[in-house]
């Protein structure tokens, strides 16, 4: 479900996730492990300020695991433990819990050598709307936590929920608002199905899809749709053309990109991962990660 956000809203959340960040040890910042500097809140450092913070790459079953693999290596670089996971698989508990321990330990050790007996961490899950905050607290939980209906703004008091003996979550998730003030940012969102689609034209962000895959991993949409010519040969509206004929649609582009969307979302086309490491250098946005 997408928000409308608007400046009071904004306001609104980075004013609650300030109150509520007094009360943990730890952040864990989830991002999409496809996106995983786009899905990141431009005001995160900000608001986060100095509080220990593991970035999380969810979905990672649907990204690259090459360019994950560099992702955490560049956050790692940076001095954020950084950790991918599947929020939908049993054994991302043990790992997140691993990491938060080790993220903590030295901290732990000081507070023990001052007479302090550590307690259970207390964290927050925070992230964009979308990148599978509710289904990483459930899984961490064990069990369904209320939904919060993803809206920014629903206060009440603070609750911790318990996972295992050594980590307490708080209740709901931070949620904060992405960056689509940049219209590539805001199609490669749009791609992965973190904003509305009405908020862009369906074939605008399909063409913009079909550029990105013939680029970055040619043969996938030839293959997928078994059209004649390969990836490289055509441009982006030749094989809008070609698959929308393919998928039995005649002329109905719009169709197309529903069909084609919703497949590359589910990861018929294979793995992927739109922000690339390699384009760091060429991009302004590394200057959001300090
Ligand atoms: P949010 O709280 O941050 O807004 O996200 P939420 O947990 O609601 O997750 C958004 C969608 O992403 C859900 O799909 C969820 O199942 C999916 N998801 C979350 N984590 C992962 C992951 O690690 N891997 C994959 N492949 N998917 C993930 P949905 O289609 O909206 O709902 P559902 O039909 O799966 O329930």
């Given at each position: 479900m997408a928000i409308q956000w608007f400046p009071g809203h904004m306001a609104k959340a980075r004013r609650e996730v300030g109150e509520k960040i007094k009360f943990v040890d730890l952040v864990?910042?989830?991002?999409?492990?496809?996106?995983?500097?786009?899905?990141?809140?431009?005001?995160?450092?900000?608001?986060?300020?100095?509080?220990?913070?593991?970035?999380?790459?969810?979905?990672?079953d649907l990204a690259d695991e090459g360019q994950t693999k560099k992702w955490i290596n560049y956050f790692e670089s940076l001095g954020?433990?950084?950790?991918?996971?599947?929020?939908?698989?049993?054994?991302?508990?043990?790992?997140?819990?691993?990491?938060?321990?080790?993220?903590?330990?030295?901290?732990?050790a000081r507070d023990r050598e001052r007479g302090i007996q550590p307690r259970a961490i207390r964290a927050m899950v925070l992230g964009i709307p979308n990148v599978g905050k509710s289904t990483i607290m459930n899984r961490l939980v064990g069990k369904k936590i209320a939904q919060?209906?993803?809206?920014?703004?629903?206060?009440?008091?603070?609750?911790?929920?318990?996972?295992?003996?050594?980590?307490?979550?708080?209740?709901?998730?931070?949620?904060?608002?992405?960056?689509?003030?940049?219209?590539?940012?805001?199609?490669?969102?749009?791609?992965?199905g973190a904003i509305k689609d009405q908020l862009l034209h369906l074939d605008d962000i399909a063409l913009y899809g079909l550029e990105f895959f013939?680029?970055?991993?040619?043969?996938?949409?030839?293959?997928?749709?078994?059209?004649s010519s390969t990836d490289e040969q055509l441009t982006a509206?030749?094989?809008?053309?070609?698959?929308?004929?393919?998928?039995?649609?005649?002329?109905?582009?719009?169709?197309?990109?529903?069909?084609?969307?919703?497949?590359?979302?589910?990861?018929?086309?294979?793995?992927?991962?739109?922000d690339r490491v390699?384009?760091?250098?060429s991009e302004s946005n590394h200057e959001t990660v300090h």
């Open positions: 864990f910042e989830l991002v999409d492990a496809r996106l995983p500097l786009s899905s990141r809140n431009p005001m995160l450092d900000q608001i986060v300020q100095h509080k220990p913070r593991i970035i999380l790459l969810n979905k990672a954020y433990p950084a950790l991918a996971c599947n929020a939908k698989e049993a054994n991302t508990t043990k790992a997140i819990l691993a990491k938060a321990k080790h993220t903590l330990q030295e901290k732990r919060t209906g993803n809206k920014p703004g629903v206060t009440k008091g603070q609750q911790w929920l318990r996972v295992g003996n050594e980590l307490e979550l708080l209740d709901t998730p931070g949620i904060l608002w992405p960056k689509f003030e940049d219209q590539e940012i805001g199609k490669k969102l749009a791609l992965t013939a680029t970055f991993y040619p043969g996938r949409i030839s293959q997928r749709y078994g059209l509206p030749d094989l809008l053309m070609d698959l929308t004929k393919k998928m039995g649609f005649r002329e109905d582009y719009e169709r197309a990109s529903e069909r084609l969307l919703l497949e590359i979302r589910q990861g018929k086309l294979g793995r992927f991962t739109l390699e384009d760091l250098e």
